[in-house]
Nanobody, 121 residues
Framework: QVQLVESGGGLVQPGGSLRLSCAAS????????MGWYRQAPGKERELVAR???????DRADSVKGRFSISRDNAKNLVFLQMNSLKPEDTAVYYC???????????????WGQGTQVTVSS
């Protein structure tokens, strides 16, 4: 079994900051890409940011200059630092990872359960 568990969501005022964390656990042999998607009510899920195993990162244009992504490979963690939050950032944020489990040589996509981020005054 492989699990991704997110934490750090919540309610924040416009202009505020939040830091999301996601931990991969279980039968993890190695992790390739990790990242974050979000889904607002009535909208499709969209990529927010992703980072490769060697630290190369990219972000959606809508969050450039405000959000940053990082990871701790030793602890199988990925983080999303969100600054200057806007009401339009309100969404459920999902962590994902491309993981090679211990029982196979293939990569599989795994998803967290999602964490709500609400930006409102």
């Amino acid at each position: 079994q492989v699990q991704l568990v997110e934490s750090g969501g919540g309610l924040v005022q416009p202009g505020g900051s939040l830091r999301l964390s996601c931990a991969a656990s279980g039968s993890v042999f190695s992790i390739d890409d990790m990242g974050w998607y979000r889904q607002a009510p009535g909208k499709e899920r969209e990529l927010v940011a992703r980072i490769t195993g060697d630290g190369s990162a990219d972000r959606a244009d809508s969050v450039k200059g405000r959000f940053s992504i990082s990871r701790d490979n030793a602890k199988n963690l990925v983080f999303l630092q969100m600054n200057s939050l806007k009401p339009e950032d309100t969404a459920v944020y999902y962590c994902y990872a491309l993981i090679k489990p211990t029982w196979t040589s293939r990569l599989y996509s795994y998803w967290g359960q999602g964490t709500q981020v609400t930006v409102s005054s």
